[in-house]
C-alpha cells in the first residue's frame, strides 16, 4: 500500500498581513520537508457546496464566498483574514480530506497527509475563528458517514489549541468520537474536560502549560487510547497540528518530533486493529516554521512506515 499527499498551489494563494502566523511560508515550508518522500500525489480538487452543506449551513457559505475581496486583504474577525484567492485554498483544504477519505476508504491507498491551508478546526457552524473558514476534517467525517456509510468515524486532534469548531460541528453526531489534546488554559478558552458532547463522544484532553513529551504520552495512555480503542473506529481523521511543539511561539507546549511520530505511531496501531489501517490526516496549526516542517516530515515519515 501507500501513502498520499494531497495539496494544490492554490493554498499558496490564501494571503495574511506581514507578520501574520499563518502565512504562506507555512505551506510552503511543509511542502519542501515532504519532497523526495516515497508519497504518491495528488491535486486537491475543489470542495463544493453541497460539501461544505454536510456541516455549514447555506448562509455560511455565502458569507464566506461574499466576503473575498477583489484585491487586497479584509478581517473577517480579530484572526482571520481574506485575500483574492482564499475562497479556492479552503475549498481546496476541504477537497482534499475528502478525496483522501474516497482513496482510503476505496482501499486505493494506505492513508493520506493534505497539506493545505487555511486550517479548519476552529470554524464553527456559522462562524470563522482562529484561521479558519470552514471545517474540514468534520465535513471530511460526514462525508464518511453520510456518503461511503461508515458508522463509527474517530476524529483526534493533538493540535495545541482546542479544536472548538470540530467539536461544534460534531457535537451533536453519535457516529463519531471527537477527541482533542490542548493546552489549557490558552485561546480559545473551550476544551475542558466537561464538555463531552450530547452522547459522550466528545472527550477533551486539557494540558498544563510546559507539559513534556514524557507526560503527553502518559496521557494518553491513559485518557485517549483505551477509549479511542473502545469506540472501534471504521476510519480515523487526525487533526494534525504542530504546534505544541516546545519551538512554537503561540503556545507552551514541550513537545518534540519524537512526541509527533510516536503519536502518530500508536494511532495507526490502533487502527490496525480495527479498521485496516485506514487514516487521513490533515495539517493544521503549526507556525516556528522549522519546527513546523520538521516536525510534519516525522508524522509523514510514520504514515509512510506503516502505509
Not at 484572526?79 to 476505496?106: H, Q, Y
Not at 492513508?111 to 479558519?132: D, L, S, V, Y
Not at 490558552?186 to 484532553?205: F, K, M, Q, Y
Not at 513537545?255 to 480495527?274: G, M, P, Q, S, Y
Request: with cysteine; proline share 5%; charged share 20%.
Amino acid at each position: 500500500m501507500t501513502t498520499t499527499l494531497l495539496t494544490h498551489d492554490d493554498g499558496l494563494k490564501h494571503v495574511t498581513p506581514p507578520g501574520h502566523p499563518e502565512q504562506v511560508a507555512r505551506l510552503e515550508r511543509v511542502r519542501a520537508a515532504l519532497a523526495g518522500k516515497d508519497l504518491t500525489h495528488e491535486e486537491a480538487p475543489l470542495a463544493t457546496e453541497d460539501d461544505l452543506r454536510l456541516t455549514h449551513p447555506q448562509a455560511h457559505i455565502d458569507h464566506i464566498k461574499s466576503s473575498e475581496p477583489s484585491e487586497g486583504i479584509i478581517q473577517l474577525d480579530a484572526d482571520t483574514w481574506m485575500s483574492p484567492g482564499s475562497v479556492n485554498a479552503a475549498l481546496r483544504g476541504v477537497g482534499a480530506a475528502l478525496r483522501a477519505t474516497d482513496l482510503v476508504l476505496a482501499g486505493d491507498t494506505q492513508n493520506a497527509f493534505c497539506a493545505m491551508r487555511p486550517p479548519g478546526h476552529h470554524a464553527e457552524t456559522q462562524k470563522t475563528m482562529g484561521f479558519c473558514l470552514f471545517g474540514t476534517v468534520a465535513i471530511a467525517a460526514k462525508h464518511a458517514l453520510e456518503r461511503h456509510g461508515l458508522s463509527r468515524v474517530a476524529v483526534v486532534d493533538f493540535d495545541v489549541h482546542h479544536g472548538n469548531g470540530t467539536q461544534d460541528l460534531l457535537w451533536d453526531e453519535a457516529r463519531t468520537l471527537f477527541v482533542s489534546s490542548h493546552q489549557f488554559p490558552l485561546w480559545p478558552g473551550t476544551g475542558r474536560s466537561s464538555e463531552i458532547g450530547a452522547h459522550d463522544n466528545v472527550i477533551n484532553v486539557p494540558l498544563d502549560p510546559m507539559t513534556d513529551g514524557e507526560t503527553f504520552r502518559a496521557t494518553y495512555e491513559e485518557r485517549v487510547f483505551p477509549r479511542l480503542g473502545a469506540f472501534a473506529p471504521e476510519l480515523l481523521i487526525i487533526s494534525a497540528g504542530f504546534d505544541a511543539h516546545r519551538d512554537d511561539p503561540l503556545a507552551q507546549l514541550n513537545l518534540l518530533e519524537d512526541d509527533f511520530a510516536w503519536v502518530t505511531n500508536r494511532l495507526c496501531d490502533i487502527t490496525d486493529k480495527h479498521c485496516q489501517g485506514r487514516v487521513v490526516s490533515v495539517l493544521e496549526g503549526g507556525y516556528d516554521l522549522d519546527a513546523l516542517a520538521s516536525s510534519a516530515a516525522a508524522h509523514v515519515d510514520v504514515l509512510i512506515a506503516r502505509g
